[in-house]
């Protein structure tokens, strides 16, 4: 069983910065793809950014230039360092894994950080 934890949401003013982590815990898993989406009141969850390890990253057009997604030293961390944050980046996030356990492939996600942004 592999868990994502999220940390770093929170309250943050209209053009200020926060940066969101996640953690994978599990035992012999390997990691193919971490990410973040997001889901705001009444609104379908949406991707925001994802890295494929040592590979390439992939963000929403939303929140490019302002988003950076970032991948821990030891591959099982990744980082959402939000820049320029707007009122609409309000939403929970939600940390995103793709894993594989010996033959066994699956997507695992994290309880989600809420991040309010006062404007």
């Known amino acids: 069983q592999v868990q994502l934890v999220e940390s770093g949401g929170g309250l943050v003013q209209s053009g200020g910065s926060l940066r969101l982590s996640c953690a994978a815990s599990?035992?012999?898993?390997?990691?193919?793809?971490m990410g973040w989406y997001r889901q705001a009141p009444g609104k379908q969850r949406d991707m925001v950014a994802t890295k494929i390890s040592g590979g390439s990253t992939n963000y929403a057009d939303s929140v490019k230039g302002r988003i950076t997604i970032s991948r821990g030293n030891n591959q099982n961390t990744v980082y959402l360092e939000m820049n320029s944050v707007k009122p609409e980046d309000a939403a929970v996030y939600y940390c995103?894994?793709?894993?594989?356990?010996?033959?066994?492939?699956?997507?695992?996600w994290g309880r989600g950080t809420q991040v309010t942004v006062s404007s």
């Open positions: 599990g035992s012999r898993f390997s990691i193919y793809v």
């Open positions: 995103y894994a793709l894993i594989t356990q010996g033959t066994v492939a699956g997507t695992y």
